[in-house]
């Protein structure tokens, strides 16, 4: 078996070119999100979410992207899993997405809120009606006995909700990341990437910079 420090790969696809890129962080994602929807990545919208709490602990998981614009990069979450607590006293998060086979990072710096309760019944109800009654069955992030709980309350909701439609749970809803700092990432030969870093200002135009890889 090879050793794991000789793992290695040589990127070698694209470049990255302050000449060629968006002035606004978020048109600039959207250009590399067509690229990689055009792609056909499988679940492009796959990124790790990092939160942290008051004292510094970090976790990470991976999470689902649901929706982007001007206001920030949106998804879905129970409100009382570990992430939404640590939400709750620490508005403080990282989002990374990894595109592998475009060789491209990106990584966005922000505050996190949580978006209306509008937009999120909205989702809700758009959700396959098995997402809609897990949303209710797991208690996340809490220890359980085992499978057969869920199980049991899968049965129990759906049973519960099969003459009424559902609506959704309030300590379930969508979060949306309102950027600061945004990193493009593009991997090249002999790991001299490509790091092109996007700053807020003030007056909202972003301040584009070249990070050394």
Same mark, same amino acid.
């Given at each position: 078996?090879?050793? !794991? ?11 990255? @070119? ?5 002035? @606004?962080?978020? %048109? ?5 999100? %067509? ?15 990092? #939160? ?9 998981? !991976? ?13 879905? #979450? @129970? ?24 060789? &491209?990072? !990106?990584?966005?710096?922000?505050? +996190? ?33 085992? &499978? ?9 909701? #759906? ?20 950027? %600061? ?13 490509? &790091?092109?870093?996007? #700053?807020?200002?003030? @007056?909202?135009?972003?301040? +584009? ?5």
């Amino acid at each position: 078996m090879d050793s !794991i420090a000789e793992i290695r790969k040589e990127y070698m696809l694209k470049t990255l @070119n302050e000449k060629d890129v968006e002035r @606004n962080a978020i %048109q600039q994602f959207g250009k590399w999100w %067509q690229e990689a929807t055009s792609s056909k990545i499988d679940e492009v919208n796959a990124m790790t979410l990092a #939160t942290a709490t008051p004292n510094g602990k970090p976790s990470a998981r !991976i999470v689902l992207l649901k929706g982007y614009d001007e206001n920030g990069f949106v998804f879905f #979450t @129970n409100y009382q899993s570990n992430k939404g607590k640590e939400l709750q006293v620490n508005a403080q998060a990282c989002m990374v997405f990894f595109w592998k086979e475009l060789e &491209r990072q !990106i990584r966005l710096e922000g505050t +996190i809120e949580k978006i209306s309760s509008e937009e999120s019944d909205a989702y809700f109800l758009s959700r396959p009606p098995g997402s809609q009654v897990g949303a209710w069955a797991s208690p996340q992030s809490t220890v359980i006995s085992g &499978r057969e709980v869920l199980d049991a309350n899968v049965l129990k909701y #759906t049973r519960q909700f099969e003459q009424n439609p559902l609506q959704r749970p309030k300590h379930w809803g969508g979060y949306r990341l309102k950027p %600061q700092l945004v990193e493009f990432w593009q991997g090249r030969q002999s790991r001299l990437h490509d &790091r092109l870093q996007y #700053t807020i200002q003030e @007056n909202k135009t972003w301040k +584009i910079e070249r990070l050394a890889p």
